[in-house]
């Protein structure tokens, strides 16, 4: 079949991608204290300590860890010249917040204990930003949401996915009508050997830790689609199992689990290995911090112990009467996802090909550098011939999309944003409320509706009608 290439749409305003400008020196800081100081929390220490260092700051660091709050506040010492950060120990949470007086608090701890720094910040007058997902199950959220209702403090929810230049060519097609309304969306997405199976030696692989992989990592695929489509999940019905890593598997093929975790193990053979001592900032951060609390960020992908699934599908049901097919594993060799939406004047899919951000074994890294698959997007109208629409590109992390959310975060006078990709408390309860709804057909093989879980969240139709 014949595919026609074209460009259309003004990529700018697409993308924001016209030059930064000047920021000038407040008279006033902003200031932030962030909860929960491992990897994640470059994200935001970061840009505060640089782009936006002449309008923000940050005041305080907490975490259960001192090894992991002494490495931060020496990097941000002596990478950036920032000086004066208080560290608090994760009990000490409301007296980082009575000394520093934040007017944000930042949580990036695990994923179970997002709640309950989030409602403290907003009961002693904080906003706050948190890193996805929101929290992991239905009374969290619940708790959440009506902390919001209560105190009347905002929650940014950093969904960078929303930022990057495909995706946000997918939005304006959709909200311009090309595909008319839609009826049924088809979302597969892919993780591969490297990165998939970083979250089988983490605290991930523990479902009362993260969600699973359901609630963790498909919180940003089910944002994506919520925000594609502007629609409220009413019901959904999941199937999930552990196909592929856990010790039962590796046994079922012929695979010998020696060792417990890959650090100062014998590991030659094995491609899933991870070694924290070759590399400096997982040596800071994890191994060197083992000693504070004993987690260990190196398990055997292959050993005992992991509850949360691999291979996962779901159908969700939205209440504008769209349907989801989702599909989610973490065993693959390749990286990336592909979504089809069908309307009734056509369809638009959409592919995207990840190269493995994840710092991890030994056995992909020649076949990420060999990689040539490539993003591709196709419109294809009733009665019509497909065309391949051009993909803008943009530089920064995760495809671009990091930059550009940073600014709406951390820039007093952020640049105007016409795609509606800020999420707040409605977004975040939307998305993992699906993945919650999910766990709980997983484990009772049934419908589950997400307003008996949930009623806070309302009975609005879309996501711009809520609360």
Same mark, same amino acid.
């Given at each position: 079949?014949?595919?026609?290439?074209?460009?259309?749409?003004?990529?700018?305003?697409?993308?924001?991608?016209?030059?930064?400008?000047?920021?000038?020196?407040?008279?006033?800081?902003?200031?932030?204290?962030?909860?929960?100081?491992?990897?994640?929390?470059?994200?935001?220490?970061?840009?505060?300590?640089?782009?936006?260092?002449?309008?923000?700051?940050?005041?305080?660091?907490?975490?259960?860890?001192?090894?992991?709050?002494?490495?931060?506040?020496?990097?941000?010492?002596?990478?950036?010249?920032?000086?004066?950060?208080?560290?608090?120990?994760?009990?000490?949470?409301?007296?980082?917040?009575?000394?520093?007086?934040?007017?944000?608090?930042?949580?990036?701890?695990?994923?179970?204990?997002?709640?309950?720094?989030?409602?403290?910040?907003?009961?002693?007058?904080?906003?706050?930003?948190?890193?996805?997902?929101?929290?992991?199950?239905?009374?969290?959220?619940?708790?959440?949401?009506?902390?919001?209702?209560?105190? /009347?403090?905002?929650?940014?929810?950093?969904?960078?996915?929303?930022?990057?230049?495909?995706?946000?060519?997918?939005?304006?097609?959709?909200?311009?009508?090309?595909?008319?309304?839609?009826?049924?969306?088809?979302?597969?997405?892919?993780?591969?050997?490297?990165?998939?199976?970083?979250?089988?030696?983490?605290?991930?692989?523990?479902?009362?830790?993260?969600?699973?992989?359901?609630?963790?990592?498909?919180?940003?695929?089910?944002?994506?689609?919520?925000?594609?489509?502007?629609?409220?999940?009413?019901?959904?019905?999941?199937?999930?199992?552990?196909?592929?890593?856990?010790?039962?598997?590796?046994?079922?093929?012929?695979?010998?689990?020696?060792?417990?975790?890959?650090?100062?193990?014998?590991?030659?053979?094995?491609?899933?290995?991870?070694?924290?001592?070759?590399?400096?900032?997982?040596?800071?951060?994890?191994?060197?911090?083992?000693?504070?609390?004993?987690?260990?960020?190196?398990?055997?992908?292959?050993?005992? /112990?992991?509850?949360?699934?691999?291979?996962?599908?779901?159908?969700?049901?939205?209440?504008? /009467?769209?349907?989801?097919?989702?599909?989610?594993?973490?065993?693959?060799?390749?990286? /990336?996802?592909?979504?089809?939406?069908?309307?009734?004047?056509?369809?638009?899919?959409?592919?995207?090909?990840?190269?493995?951000?994840?710092?991890?074994?030994?056995?992909?890294?020649?076949?990420?550098?060999?990689?040539?698959?490539?993003?591709?997007?196709?419109?294809?109208?009733?009665?019509?011939?497909?065309?391949?629409?051009?993909?803008?590109?943009?530089?920064?992390?995760?495809?671009?999309?990091?930059?550009?959310?940073?600014?709406?975060?951390?820039?007093?006078?952020?640049?105007?944003?016409?795609?509606?990709?800020?999420?707040?408390?409605?977004?975040?309860?939307?998305?993992?409320?699906?993945?919650?709804?999910?766990?709980?057909?997983?484990?009772?093989?049934?419908?589950?509706?997400?307003?008996?879980?949930?009623?806070?969240?309302?009975?609005?139709?879309?996501?711009?009608?809520?609360?």
């Amino acid at each position: 079949m014949q595919i026609n290439k074209y460009k259309i749409f003004d990529y700018a305003s697409v993308l924001n991608t016209f030059p930064i400008k000047e920021r000038e020196m407040s008279q006033t800081k902003t200031k932030y204290a962030l909860v929960g100081t491992g990897g994640r929390a470059t994200m935001f220490l970061d840009p505060i300590a640089t782009t936006y260092k002449n309008n923000a700051e940050i005041v305080g660091l907490c975490d259960i860890n001192p090894t992991r709050l002494s490495y931060h506040k020496k990097r941000l010492e002596q990478d950036f010249n920032i000086k004066n950060i208080s560290l608090y120990d994760a009990n000490n949470f409301d007296k980082m917040i009575d000394e520093c007086k934040p007017e944000h608090v930042i949580v990036t701890t695990i994923d179970a204990f997002h709640h309950k720094y989030i409602i403290r910040a907003m009961e002693l007058g904080c906003d706050v930003i948190t890193e996805k997902p929101m929290t992991i199950d239905g009374e969290k959220c619940r708790a959440i949401l009506q902390t919001i209702q209560s105190t /009347g403090k905002k929650l940014r929810v950093t969904f960078n996915y929303r930022w990057a230049p495909g995706p946000t060519k997918v939005k304006q097609l959709l909200q311009e009508g090309t595909i008319g309304d839609i009826i049924h969306v088809d979302m597969e997405y892919w993780l591969n050997t490297s990165h998939g199976a970083d979250y089988f030696r983490r605290w991930h692989r523990e479902k009362n830790k993260s969600g699973g992989l359901i609630v963790h990592k498909s919180t940003h695929h089910f944002d994506l689609v919520n925000w594609w489509i502007n629609a409220v999940p009413e019901s959904v019905f999941g199937m999930g199992k552990l196909a592929f890593y856990g010790q039962e598997n590796a046994k079922n093929r012929g695979i010998e689990t020696t060792y417990s975790r890959y650090t100062g193990n014998s590991y030659k053979e094995d491609p899933f290995a991870l070694d924290l001592s070759k590399n400096d900032q997982l040596k800071a951060l994890y191994l060197n911090a083992e000693k504070d609390d004993g987690y260990i960020r190196d398990r055997n992908v292959f050993d005992d /112990g992991i509850t949360i699934e691999d291979t996962m599908s779901l159908l969700v049901h939205y209440r504008t /009467g769209t349907t989801l097919n989702y599909s989610l594993n973490a065993y693959l060799p390749r990286e /990336g996802y592909k979504v089809v939406f069908n309307g009734n004047k056509g369809i638009i899919e959409y592919t995207e090909a990840h190269n493995s951000h994840i710092i991890t074994g030994q056995g992909n890294k020649q076949l990420a550098k060999e990689m040539k698959w490539e993003n591709k997007l196709i419109l294809q109208k009733l009665f019509s011939s497909p065309q391949e629409l051009e993909i803008p590109s943009s530089e920064g992390g995760h495809g671009g999309a990091d930059p550009l959310i940073q600014e709406q975060i951390f820039d007093s006078n952020p640049r105007a944003e016409i795609w509606g990709r800020n999420a707040g408390h409605e977004q975040g309860a939307s998305s993992i409320l699906i993945g919650s709804a999910a766990n709980l057909s997983f484990k009772n093989q049934k419908l589950i509706n997400i307003a008996e879980i949930c009623p806070e969240l309302g009975n609005a139709k879309q996501l711009d009608e809520l609360y």
